[in-house]
């Protein structure tokens, strides 16, 4: 059974930057597919960013690109999230996710592709 922990939300205001980590236990191998999507209140839980671990393939929402970068750990089952300029429409609960599958480009950011979820960090956007 993978076990998810996220880490690094809080406050920050706008044209801030954090950075989010992602710790998975019980994950073996060198594939699968690790990720983030996000849920702000009264909406939908969204993708924001998705990496593949055996070729470090990325894939972005368009919301995302060019403010967020995602990375892997080369040696611990670890993924970050950095976010630069955040914008106040950023604020949502950030979820870590995680597959053993190893998704084409087209389907890193559904939802339904990912058996492992973690509780969640709070990211807020304001000043």
């Known amino acids: 059974q993978v076990q998810l922990v996220e880490s690094g939300g809080g406050l920050v205001q706008p044209g801030g930057s954090l950075r989010l980590s992602c710790e998975a236990s019980?994950?073996?191998?060198?594939?699968?597919?690790m990720g983030w999507f996000r849920q702000a209140p009264g909406k939908e839980r969204d993708f924001v960013a998705a990496?593949?671990?055996?070729?470090?393939?990325?894939n972005y929402a368009d919301s995302v690109k060019g403010r967020f970068t995602i990375s892997r750990d080369n040696v611990k089952n670890l993924i970050n999230l950095q976010m630069n300029s955040l914008k106040p429409e950023d604020t949502a609960v950030y979820y870590c996710?995680?597959?053993?599958?190893?998704?084409?480009?087209?389907?890193?950011?559904?939802?339904?592709?990912?058996?492992?979820w973690g509780q969640g960090t709070q990211v807020t956007v304001s000043s």
């Open positions: 019980g994950r073996a191998g060198s594939s699968g597919t």
């Open positions: 996710v995680a597959t053993s599958r190893t998704w084409i480009y087209s389907a890193m950011g559904r939802k339904e592709g990912y058996e492992y």
């Open positions: 990496i593949r671990w055996n070729d470090r393939k990325t």
